[in-house]
């Protein structure tokens, strides 16, 4: 119904996250989701980004849920949600345990829980694959704020360093150019989806040019 809509390109990615992702947000730490479970969302929901036009199938898929005034398009990250809500749920048995005895009892239930079901054995490999990813290596602050910053960090190095989508970042950066600046268009989002994914698209360095067919393909 979202994708459907008549609203412009920001809009649209903020009513995913307000309308959509909770549904599922309500149910983490309640349901044992799997991770691949996880994923598969994810999948299925940039699939329809891409039926409509949302997102062009060439264009950097971690582009999506990169900060808007950080080039990215603001989408919020399922898995990343999921991982944000765990840690949270964690960080609340261990800070309330010992004042309130239905916590006690909950996480005495949960210490018994085999690891994959287990929301406080998880949270230790969640933490551990974030501070890998980010480089970030203060895990004391675990808090659900902590750890969307450094998915945020992830996304970033991830995109900065790939060879082809992550050039038009790091010319940027090799440049001085200001970023605020550079994705003002971003923050605003006042274009339509289409063609905000176009111009994405574009400076991904993804578009079917001859220039990407000769180089990239190789096809002379």
Not at 3 to 32: C, E, M, Q, W
Not at 76 to 99: D, G
Not at 200 to 210: E, F, M, P, Y
């Amino acid at each position: 119904m979202i994708l459907n809509s008549d609203l412009n390109a920001r809009n649209k990615i903020t009513a995913i996250g307000a309308l959509a992702v909770p549904v599922l947000r309500y149910s983490f730490g309640i349901i044992n989701w799997r991770i691949e479970e996880i994923k598969e969302i994810g999948r299925k929901t940039r699939n329809m980004l891409t039926i409509y036009k949302i997102h062009h199938p060439k264009a950097d898929i971690d582009r999506l849920y990169v900060k808007r005034k950080e080039g990215g398009r603001g989408l919020v990250q399922v898995e990343a949600a999921y991982k944000a809500e765990i840690i949270n749920i964690a960080e609340y048995l261990n800070t309330k345990y010992k004042v309130d005895q239905f916590v006690s009892i909950v996480k005495v239930h949960e210490s018994t829980q085999p690891s994959m079901n287990s929301i406080l054995k998880s949270v230790a490999k969640i933490t551990g694959e974030l501070t890998q990813l980010s480089g970030m290596n203060d895990a004391k602050q675990d808090g659900m704020q902590h750890t969307k910053r450094r998915e945020g960090e992830a996304l970033k190095k991830k995109r900065k360093n790939k060879i082809m989508h992550g050039q038009y970042i790091r010319n940027m950066y090799r440049q001085l150019i200001s970023e605020e600046d550079t994705f003002l268009w971003l923050s605003k989002g006042d274009l339509k989806a289409e063609t905000e994914s176009e111009i994405v698209t574009a400076q991904d360095q993804a578009l079917n040019t001859k220039y990407y067919a000769t180089k990239i393909h190789t096809d002379g």
